[in-house]
């Protein structure tokens, strides 16, 4: 809120003079899966604790256009306040729910997981993440810390995949490894060595296929890179655990809502 009320407060809201008690509704411009009401509730509180903000749903809820989600009671000038970052929490998260949630659904019956990345606007991951398991998704690391992920430019500045990997088993400390390989003959190098899941990165389906068969005794398995609504299924049918997307977080469109007096 405060990004909104510096330096000056709401100078157009403060020139009501009838700050009377009213009664708004929040509406779904599109279909969607919500997200985000007790974030939209804080935000009318931040204005004013006296400010009442009842849910008509709840988070992870399929609703239709022009479902009420919410009404909201309270003074006039406070409700006017909140309104956009109320509605801007909802359109984000629900957003990147929806988004989820068609993915999932095209990878149903399939034993894999839709995965976000960390791929997410900043000081917003926890926001946009918990979008994603309301969707149907799981998450991927919060940060550089939660484990030990070797990527390409790791090893374009290493060189070595093997001994890279060899490092990182000796100094895992309890945290999980995952190695990205782009080709079989790369993933060939480290077969054998005691990690936990290989991350399949932009490959064919039929590369994709044998990087799983070649890891079914060793390791967990993953995809990522290129993953779309038309495709995600056959990358599913592969049988990787794992399918990572981006999409899901950084390119989600934001569902339309709308608060109305």
């Given at each position: 809120m405060?990004?909104?009320?510096?330096?000056?407060?709401?100078?157009?809201?403060?020139?009501?003079?009838?700050?009377?008690?009213?009664?708004?509704?929040?509406?779904?411009?599109?279909?969607?899966?919500?997200?985000?009401?007790?974030?939209?509730?804080?935000?009318?509180?931040?204005?004013?604790?006296?400010?009442?903000?009842?849910?008509?749903?709840?988070?992870?809820?399929?609703?239709?256009k022009?479902?009420?989600?919410?009404?909201?009671?309270?003074?006039?000038?406070?409700?006017?306040?909140?309104?956009?970052?109320?509605?801007?929490?909802?359109?984000l998260i629900s957003g990147v729910a929806t988004m989820t949630q068609k993915f999932v659904n095209k990878v149903k019956g399939k034993s894999c997981y839709i995965c976000c990345t960390r791929k997410t606007l900043p000081n917003l991951r926890t926001i946009q993440k918990y979008g994603v398991r309301l969707g149907g998704g799981i998450n991927h690391r919060f940060n550089l810390s939660d484990e030990?992920?070797?990527?390409?430019?790791?090893?374009?500045?290493?060189?070595?995949?093997?001994?890279?990997?060899?490092?990182?088993?000796?100094?895992?400390?309890?945290?999980?490894?995952t190695v990205e390989v782009d080709n079989i003959k790369q993933f060939k190098k480290i077969i054998g060595l005691k990690f936990n899941r290989v991350l399949f990165d932009n490959m064919n389906i039929k590369?994709?296929?044998?990087?799983?068969?070649?890891?079914?005794?060793?390791y967990e398995t993953e995809a990522s890179g290129g993953i779309t609504l038309k495709n995600v299924s056959k990358v599913a049918s592969t049988g990787v655990k794992r399918i990572s997307i981006g999409k899901i977080t950084h390119s989600a469109p934001a569902i339309n809502f709308s608060l109305e007096i």
């Open positions: 405060s990004e909104d009320l510096r330096p000056s407060g709401d100078i157009t809201s403060n020139l009501i003079k009838n700050n009377k008690n009213i009664k708004a509704r929040i509406i779904a411009r599109e279909n969607c899966v919500v997200g985000g009401l007790n974030f939209a509730k804080e935000a009318f509180k931040h204005s004013s604790k006296k400010t009442t903000f009842q849910s008509k749903t709840r988070d992870g809820r399929k609703i239709k022009g479902k009420v989600i919410a009404t909201v009671h309270g003074k006039a000038r406070a409700i006017l306040k909140s309104e956009r970052v109320a509605l801007n929490f909802l359109s030990i992920l070797i990527k390409d430019n790791h090893l374009a500045v290493d060189g070595n995949i093997r001994s890279l990997v060899k490092k990182a088993i000796r100094n895992k400390k309890g945290k999980k490894i590369n994709l296929k044998k990087g799983v068969m070649l890891s079914s005794k060793f």
